[in-house]
């Protein structure tokens, strides 16, 4: 009787330390990359934050051009505004990243933010002046790069939010998880209708669909036809 009393307690104890080292493999682990998501989620906020800088110039510049939309430019504040705001908020995770609710919420007004970015830009449609503004062009060349940027830094962050989430829910670390409030982080992934909105272009090739096309060349004269040669000996 005291034998397997014995036993059990010496295999108790074996997988209360297994249980203790794992855990602290697991808290290791998901340590490390729960800031690889908050470095990337910082980049992401980089670029959106850049973004939001740039729209009030183009605004401004499609207005000067002529453009007579106070609706569109109206949405386009609206959503700005909305993003900025989710933007700015004081992390409330404990490790000074934002929590994965204040993180959807930024999400959430990007994707609405771009659907009227969309808008704005398909007005060149509507005033073909903004074509050959250069102003105009200019500012669509550096929204083009940095949406290029929060395209790249969107992917990044996703997939370390994908990395941590699968770790997260593994076992034994869904057990850490719990205990020390290691939440599930959202993932970055626009709307279908906001993702294909921002579409800038090329500038470039936009200038050139508006350039002036050279004329055709002439064709060359018709030569009048030679005398036949048995004309000339005589």
Known sequence: MRRRIMKR???????MFAAFGLSGCSYNDLTAKQ????????????????RA??????????????????????????????????????????????????KQAVIDA?????????RLLSLQENYPVLRSNEAFMKVQDELSGTENRINASRI???????????TRNSFPAVLTAGLLGFKEQPYFEAEPGARTAPSVG?????????????????????????????????
């Open 9 to 15: 307690s010496i295999l108790l104890t074996v997988a």
């Open 35 to 50: 800031q690889t998501v908050k470095a990337n989620w910082s980049k992401v906020e980089s670029s959106l934050q850049r």
């Open 53 to 102: 800088d740039l729209i009030p110039n183009l605004v401004e510049t499609a207005k000067l051009a002529g453009v007579q939309e106070q609706e569109v430019f109206g949405q386009i504040a609206d959503a700005r505004s909305r993003l900025l705001n989710a933007t700015s908020v004081a992390p409330g995770a404990a490790d000074g990243d934002k929590t994965p609710e204040q």
């Open 110 to 118: 990007n994707n609405s933010f771009g659907g009227t970015i969309g």
């Open 156 to 166: 990044d962050y996703t997939d370390s939010v994908n990395s941590y989430n699968t």
């Open 202 to 234: 090329d500038a470039n090739s936009l200038r050139k669909t508006n350039a002036p096309t050279a004329p055709a060349p002439a064709a060359p004269a018709n030569k009048a036809p030679a005398a036949p040669a048995g004309n000339a000996n005589k």
